[in-house]
């Protein structure tokens, strides 16, 4: 079984108020992040930290598992350690960000044909430039679980560069939501490439 570790527990500070709540096309963004892994991958986790009250109910409402990470504050690597504890019995997880609502459709059974075909790692890849969500092999759980606090997933992807497969996307695997800018870049990427 697959699964996915969608990473909520950031606080929005540069983006001004709780951008996971903010609304394309009438739903949340993290619902679309959700909406990109359902019936895709056996199961989903979301991790919270920052403010978890305001996501739980549309967590709830939608059935989707969630944990809280009281060291969010940690950063990317001690929320996904949290996630992944939760998952350790699927194949491959996907680490995938809480605020990316534009996921190319065939991009996660891409990355599973990968990872079937021998991958330990899958990136989406665009332009040269690497984003996510990335497919990890279950051989890599208890190396990810042994990060300390200065280490970063990165560490691991880089001592397993010669296993990682990479999967040419579109400019959504790269977009960054942090700030209002970039969330007008978001939104006219949507509507271009996803329809209206």
Request: hydrophobic content about 45%.
């Amino acid at each position: 079984m697959i699964g996915a570790v969608i990473l909520a527990a950031g606080e929005s500070q540069r983006m001004g108020e709780p951008k996971l709540l903010l609304q394309i096309r009438g739903k949340p963004i993290i619902e679309l992040v959700i909406d990109s892994f359902r019936g895709v991958v056996g199961e989903i986790v979301v991790v919270l930290g920052h403010a978890p009250e305001n996501l739980i109910p549309i967590l709830e409402k939608l059935g989707v598992r969630w944990v809280v990470n009281e060291n969010y504050r940690e950063g990317m690597t001690s929320s996904f350690k949290k996630g992944l504890k939760e998952l350790k019995g699927c194949g491959a997880v996907f680490l995938a960000l809480g605020d990316q609502p534009f996921i190319g459709r065939d991009f996660p059974s891409k990355a599973m044909d990968a990872w079937r075909a021998g991958a330990k790692i899958v990136n989406p890849v665009y332009k040269g430039k690497r984003g996510h969500p990335v497919l990890f092999d279950q051989r890599l759980f208890d190396e990810i679980l042994a990060l300390q606090k200065h280490e970063m997933i990165r560490d691991v992807i880089h001592r397993h560069e010669g296993e990682r497969r990479l999967v040419e996307a579109e400019e959504w695997a790269i977009l960054d939501l942090d700030t209002p800018e970039g969330l007008q870049k978001v939104l006219e990427f949507g509507k271009t490439n996803f329809g209206k």
